[in-house]
């Protein structure tokens, strides 16, 4: 199995704040990384796929980049909906693979 | 537009089988490859299987000897089963779908179903 590691696990930023996270896959995966944005109570929302096309109606604050094994998503400025758990996914062969997920909180 | 509704018990007993069923609406079940997705209560994201209309499967190797998947064609339904359940399978259980002929991603996600397995 592709193992994804992601971090940092939570982070608190303040509105406007730009923020990286970033995910780390354990052999190359090209760029078959998508990123999911997910609310309590709520099923995963895709942001990015094929690591940095935005989905339609993303706002472009989201990006995404990289290749082979190290991917980021950057939020440029961070608004009070952006406060959310985000994954990333590896889907370059099966058993698909999430990463542990990174919880942006409010400072 | 396409939706995705899980339906299946949400309490089942130690030991016992889960079953849960997801219902294509609004689009054919062919165009898309389907998934089930668990996320325990305050845990990550977990892919445990794969269908295609055909009938091609993948699944988790750490469960697979315990997984079934199937699909209905003619219901617009695919189907999980999960056996020897214990408190450890206690998930919101999705089902999603990638577009076929689109890069590889989960556009397409059910509401959640949360099963509690318990005695």
């Known amino acids: 199995d592709i193992q994804m590691t992601q971090s940092p696990s939570s982070l608190s930023a303040s509105v406007g704040d730009r923020v990286t996270i970033t995910c780390r896959a354990s052999?190359?995966?090209?760029?078959?990384l998508n990123w999911y944005q997910q609310k309590p109570g709520k099923a995963p929302k895709v942001l990015v796929y094929?690591?940095?096309s935005l989905q339609s109606g993303v706002p472009s604050r989201f990006s995404g980049s990289g290749s082979g094994t190290d991917f980021t998503l950057t939020i440029s400025a961070l608004q009070p909906e952006d406060f959310a758990t985000y994954y990333c996914?590896?889907?370059?062969?099966?058993?698909?693979?999430f990463g542990g997920g990174t919880k942006v909180e409010i400072k | 537009q396409v939706q995705l509704q899980e339906s299946g018990p949400e309490v089942v007993q130690p030991s016992e089988t889960l079953s849960l069923t997801c219902t294509v609406s609004?689009?054919?079940?062919?165009?898309?490859?389907w998934s089930w997705i668990r996320q325990p209560p305050g845990k990550g994201l977990e892919w445990i299987a794969y269908?295609?209309?055909?009938?091609?499967?993948n699944y988790s190797p750490s469960l697979k000897s315990r997984l079934a998947i199937s699909v209905d064609t003619s219901k617009n339904q695919f189907s999980l089963k999960l056996t020897s359940v214990t408190a450890a399978d206690t998930a919101v259980y999705y089902c999603?779908?990638?577009?076929?002929?689109?890069?590889?991603?989960?556009?397409?996600w059910g509401r959640g179903t949360l099963v509690t397995v318990s005695s």
């Open positions: 052999q190359g995966i090209s760029t078959y």
């Open positions: 269908i295609y209309y055909t009938g091609d499967t």
């Open positions: 999603a779908g990638m577009k076929v002929g689109a890069p590889r991603y989960f556009d397409l």
């Open positions: 996914q590896q889907s370059y062969t099966m058993p698909f693979t």
């Open positions: 094929a690591a940095s």
């Open positions: 609004g689009g054919s079940i062919k165009n898309y490859y």
